[in-house]
């Protein structure tokens, strides 16, 4: 059984749109059922670094955010860099997806997946 980390100050906070969010998706798609969202911060993208979502399971060493049944899982190195962020759900007329405010991000290409820090 692998060990986690849960902090006493979260590296994210997530909005009650996002953990609504999450938690249809987790009760909805059966790939994901048990497991908790992962995000990630990696090299790649247009500005230098990109954020990727995907259902996992909890390793050893990661950062656990979460409540009212959500958890989310983050690795320590994406942690330094999501440090202080805000996780929300946006749905507007652009289309929907998880909205990260980052204040470690110092600039961000159009699509805002991908950032530089």
Known sequence: MSETTQTQNPVVTLTEKAMEKIRHISESDPQSKGKSLRITLEAGGCSGYQYGFSYDDKKE??????????????????AKLL????????EDFGGEGFAIQNPNVKKSCGCGNSVDI
């Open 61 to 78: 060493g990661d950062q656990v955010v979460g409540s009212a049944g959500v958890t989310v899982v983050i690795d320590q190195e994406s």
């Open 83 to 90: 440090a202080g962020s805000v996780i929300g759900y946006k």
